[in-house]
Structures are given as C-alpha cells and as structure tokens.
C-alpha cells in the first residue's frame, strides 16, 4: 500500500471528489482529508506512481496551474506582445516595464510551449524571451 500525501486543496474539496479523482488511476483503500490537505492510500505502487504523475500540481480551475514569463529586450507594444504569447494560449496579465516584461498565462503547459517555440527568437526585431 502506499500513502500519498495531498496538499493545497480548497477548503471546499470533499473526500468523495479526492476518491474521485484518484479511483481513475487504481484501486483506494482510504481518502481522509484534514483541513487543506489529505491522504489517499493506494493499493498497487505503480498505479499511485501513475496518479502523481498525472496529478502533480493538478488544479481544477486549470490543468497544471499558471506561469509568469520574463521576457527580455523588448521592442513592441503591450498588444502586440500579448498577442504573440495568445497564439500558443490564454495570458491573464502582460506587463511591460522599460525594456522587459512579464506575461502571466493561464496555463503551465501553454507557458512551456511558447518558451520552447519563443526562448531567444526575435519579435518585431528585438524581443527574446528568457
């Protein structure tokens, strides 16, 4: 049996919808939840590996939280900026300060994509992200 340890959950999250939310990856034995945290008790060792990788940092609002971007030597508008970072997904927030910037986007997996297409590309002849 192995016990995973479940932590920032919403003060509203019941222990049927962690059962839930865990039962997809295998067999449970027990799901407690104390305050904002919980325990889910697995039976099989690669079916608990399994849920926390596909777990890990799960969020119901968004499937693998946000991320907040640098994005260095900038030379464009705040516009134009945000609607490059919206072709790879949504993007909460786009600050430019001087001559860099921070873009929040809603989800971490969008964020990762555009750093792997953006990181040290040029836009509108200056921007590289870093």
Do not use: W
């Not at 990856?25 to 099989?44: L, P, T």
């Not at 971007?69 to 900038?74: A, C, E, K, Q, R």
């Not at 919206?86 to 873009?103: H, L, Q, R, T």
């Not at 929040?104 to 870093?130: Q, R, V, Y």
Request: hydrophobic share 40%; aromatic share 8%.
């Amino acid at each position: 049996m192995v016990k995973i340890f479940v932590g920032n959950l919403a003060a509203e999250t019941t222990s049927d919808e962690l059962l839930s939310l865990f039962s997809q990856y295998g067999k449970i034995s027990e799901c407690d939840i104390v305050k904002n945290f919980g325990f889910v008790h697995m039976d099989d060792k690669s079916q608990a590996e399994e849920a926390i990788r596909n777990l890990h940092h799960y969020d119901r609002g968004k499937s693998k939280g946000s991320a907040k971007l640098h994005v260095g030597n900038i030379a464009c508008t705040n516009q134009e900026l945000r609607a490059k970072f919206e072709e790879f997904g949504p993007v909460s927030e786009c600050d430019i300060v001087k001559n860099y910037a921070f873009v929040h986007m809603d989800n971490m997996d969008d964020a990762m994509e555009a750093i792997n297409k953006l990181d040290n590309a040029a836009f509108k002849g200056h921007c590289s992200l870093m």
